[in-house]
Structures are given as structure tokens and as C-alpha cells.
């Protein structure tokens, strides 16, 4: 995979991707060893979807959400997530106001462009399906008046992978919301010394000048260009026979009698609009394989479940779909 600080266009292509480069400059620079991460949340912000990122504590998974608001035009909230949140604390609330003498509506964190959900496995059921209209419908009902989200409106919901006491773990008709769910994993020594150097140097050092963020108007055409890759008959073909793999038996595979529950159609058309943007993002005008490829673990495998038997065995949804990778192939 390319460096996040080299994507950009190539010969003989616009260059309307140069803003989304320059900001995924910027946040590597500041994320050593997540330029990975840097390329899904941008492929997110392109594409309008929401982000779901799992890890141990110490992964600069908040930290990166920060260096992305700092970023972009908008409004940004934290929720930090605790069993005894409650929707309203996410929504807003109606209240009395003594000026006027009638019930008023106080926006809650969710009417922000970005909103970051701290520990979302933290939240307690009723608080999940709250943001679950919110995501899905880019909307929120309070009192019995439904009241628009904000455009962009983007969800970036971090859970932790190392405690089980105290959390509920997310339903699969939530998991489905998220257009991916990204899984980081601890640094090598070269980068864990490139992170102690970069935060002893962010401690002496005077902060770097910060950049103009990107404002609405490009991020929109931007969009607009993503929407526009093609996507050949080929690649789609591509893009069904793997989500086809997770439903019904295919030459070479097995994992059918593995699978709990199939990727949904909502899972294809994730995955093309993600191929998309990547594409957009690497300076192309259509979309490779290789995106499909590169994309699919993260933006298919929160929408598979293992039967209970192969969790016993140790498998996992990644490992399933990594046989359906290695046996499908593009045209």
C-alpha cells in the first residue's frame, strides 16, 4: 500500500485530489504507522459514510480523529461513552426556558459535523440505537419532532478490544451502519521509536503553522469526483462474486458452512463507493482491483458472523474472508 504522504494523482490525470492528498499529508505526519488508518478515514469522509475503529488503548485512535477535525471545515464533538449515558445526552434534550416561558429544544453533541463516540461498546443499548438513526437517516426524533443532522455529518466511533466488563457489545444491525470497521494493531520497534521521538518533540517544540482547513465546498466536489470513477462491469462483477462467496458455495471455497450470517447487499455497495474513493484518492479516474481488494477485509467482514462452531474453533470473520480472496479472483 502506498504511503499515505504519496497519494495523489498520476501522470496524466487531474489533480482535483491534490486538497484530500495534502490533508492525508498532514495526518501522517502526525499518526506514525497509520497510513492505513489515514487512507479509510479519508475514503470515509469522501464518501459519506461512518467509521468504526477497534484497538488496544495507547493507538492514537482519538488522536487521529483529531488531526482529521483540525482538518476539515466543521463543527467537533467527543462523546465519551459510560454505561449510565443516556439518548439524550447524544440527541439533545427539551427544555424550559424562563425568558420565554415555553419548552425549547437544546441540541445535543450529535449536531456537529464530526462527532467522535468514545468506547461506543461503552454505551448502553437505548444510546447506540440512538445514534442509530442519526447515522442511518441523518436525523434524530426528540419530543416527537424529527430534526435534520447537519451536511456533512460524520460518525467516528472507536471501541476497545481489551475489556468485556461494563460494555455492550455493539448489535450487527449497528455494526452494518459503519462503512468500515478498521482493526489497529501495536507497532513494530522502528515505529514505536518514531512514536516516543514525535511526542518528545511535540513537547519542546513550538506547534507547526497550521494549515487552512478544507472547506465545504471542495470537500463537496470532491464527492462529486469520487462518485464519478468508473467502475468497470468487471470490477463489479468482482464485487458481487466476493459478497455471492459469503452466501452460497463456491468452486475452490468452503466457508459457506462457516458463515452465521452473509454479507448483505448493503456490504456491495460499501465496498464499490469505497473502491471509488480510493481510487479517487490514488490519482485514477476508475477503480482497480487492487482497491477492491485492499478495502474488502475492513469493509465486509463486520457485516459476516461465523457460526458458533467456527468461533470455538478459533476462526474469525477476517480469516473467512481472507480463503474468499485467495479463491475469487477479478476477470
Request: charged share 20%; net charge negative; with cysteine.
Given at each position: 500500500?502506498?504511503?499515505?504522504?504519496e497519494?495523489?494523482?498520476?501522470?496524466?490525470?487531474?489533480?482535483?485530489?491534490?486538497?484530500?492528498?495534502?490533508?492525508?499529508?498532514?495526518?501522517?505526519?502526525?499518526?506514525?504507522?497509520?497510513?492505513?488508518?489515514?487512507e479509510?478515514?479519508?475514503v470515509?469522509?469522501?464518501?459519506?459514510?461512518?467509521?468504526?475503529i477497534?484497538?488496544?488503548?495507547?493507538?492514537?485512535?482519538?488522536?487521529?480523529?483529531?488531526?482529521?477535525?483540525?482538518?476539515?471545515?466543521?463543527?467537533?464533538?467527543?462523546?465519551?461513552?459510560?454505561?449510565?449515558?443516556?439518548?439524550?445526552?447524544?440527541?439533545?434534550?427539551?427544555?424550559?426556558?424562563?425568558?420565554?416561558?415555553?419548552?425549547?429544544?437544546?441540541?445535543?453533541?450529535?449536531?456537529?459535523?464530526?462527532?467522535?463516540?468514545?468506547?461506543?461498546?461503552?454505551?448502553p443499548?437505548?444510546?447506540?440505537?440512538?445514534?442509530?438513526?442519526a447515522?442511518?437517516e441523518?436525523?434524530?426524533?426528540?419530543?416527537?419532532?424529527?430534526?435534520?443532522?447537519?451536511?456533512?455529518?460524520?460518525?467516528i466511533?472507536?471501541?476497545?478490544?481489551?475489556e468485556n466488563?461494563?460494555?455492550?457489545?455493539?448489535?450487527?444491525?449497528?455494526?452494518?451502519?459503519?462503512?468500515?470497521?478498521v482493526i489497529?494493531?501495536?507497532?513494530?520497534?522502528?515505529?514505536?521509536r518514531?512514536?516516543?521521538?514525535?511526542?518528545?518533540?511535540?513537547?519542546?517544540?513550538?506547534?507547526?503553522?497550521?494549515?487552512?482547513?478544507?472547506?465545504?465546498?471542495?470537500?463537496?466536489?470532491?464527492?462529486?469526483?469520487?462518485?464519478?470513477?468508473?467502475?468497470?462491469?468487471?470490477?463489479?462483477?468482482?464485487?458481487?462474486?466476493?459478497?455471492?462467496?459469503?452466501?452460497?458455495?463456491?468452486?475452490?471455497?468452503?466457508?459457506?458452512?462457516?458463515?452465521?450470517?452473509a454479507?448483505?447487499?448493503?456490504?456491495?455497495?460499501?465496498?464499490?463507493?469505497?473502491?471509488r474513493?480510493?481510487?479517487?484518492?490514488?490519482?485514477?479516474?476508475?477503480?482497480?482491483?487492487?482497491d477492491?481488494?485492499?478495502?474488502?477485509?475492513?469493509?465486509?467482514?463486520?457485516?459476516?458472523?461465523p457460526?458458533?462452531?467456527?468461533?470455538?474453533?478459533?476462526e474469525?470473520?477476517?480469516?473467512l474472508?481472507?480463503?474468499?480472496?485467495?479463491?475469487?479472483?477479478?476477470?
Amino acid at each position: 500500500m502506498q504511503d499515505a504522504a504519496e497519494i495523489g494523482p498520476r501522470p496524466g490525470t487531474t489533480a482535483t485530489n491534490a486538497p484530500a492528498r495534502a490533508l492525508a499529508g498532514r495526518m501522517a505526519a502526525a499518526l506514525v504507522g497509520h497510513e492505513a488508518l489515514v487512507e479509510r478515514l479519508l475514503v470515509a469522509l469522501l464518501t459519506g459514510g461512518h467509521l468504526l475503529i477497534e484497538g488496544p488503548p495507547g493507538l492514537a485512535k482519538t488522536r487521529s480523529v483529531r488531526c482529521l477535525a483540525e482538518g476539515i471545515e466543521g463543527r467537533f464533538a467527543r462523546i465519551q461513552c459510560t454505561p449510565d449515558l443516556m439518548p439524550s445526552d447524544i440527541t439533545g434534550t427539551r427544555v424550559f426556558r424562563a425568558e420565554s416561558g415555553d419548552m425549547g429544544f437544546l441540541p445535543g453533541p450529535v449536531f456537529h459535523e464530526l462527532v467522535l463516540v468514545d468506547e461506543i461498546n461503552r454505551a448502553p443499548p437505548k444510546v447506540q440505537s440512538a445514534l442509530l438513526e442519526a447515522m442511518a437517516e441523518g436525523q434524530v426524533t426528540v419530543g416527537g419532532e424529527t430534526r435534520a443532522l447537519p451536511d456533512p455529518f460524520m460518525v467516528i466511533a472507536t471501541q476497545n478490544s481489551l475489556e468485556n466488563e461494563g460494555t455492550f457489545p455493539l448489535p450487527e444491525a449497528q455494526l452494518d451502519r459503519f462503512l468500515m470497521h478498521v482493526i489497529l494493531e501495536l507497532p513494530g520497534e522502528a515505529e514505536e521509536r518514531a512514536i516516543l521521538d514525535l511526542v518528545e518533540g511535540e513537547l519542546t517544540q513550538a506547534p507547526p503553522e497550521a494549515a487552512p482547513p478544507l472547506d465545504r465546498e471542495t470537500l463537496a466536489a470532491m464527492k462529486r469526483a469520487v462518485a464519478g470513477v468508473h467502475l468497470s462491469p468487471a470490477l463489479r462483477h468482482y464485487i458481487v462474486a466476493l459478497v455471492m462467496a459469503t452466501r452460497r458455495e463456491t468452486e475452490g471455497l468452503t466457508v459457506t458452512g462457516r458463515i452465521r450470517h452473509a454479507v448483505s447487499p448493503r456490504g456491495s455497495l460499501a465496498l464499490a463507493a469505497c473502491a471509488r474513493a480510493r481510487a479517487f484518492l490514488h490519482g485514477r479516474d476508475h477503480a482497480l482491483p487492487e482497491d477492491v481488494a485492499a478495502l474488502a477485509p475492513d469493509v465486509l467482514c463486520h457485516r459476516l458472523a461465523p457460526t458458533w462452531r467456527a468461533l470455538a474453533a478459533g476462526e474469525t470473520a477476517r480469516g473467512l474472508l481472507d480463503e474468499i480472496l485467495a479463491a475469487v479472483r477479478p476477470l
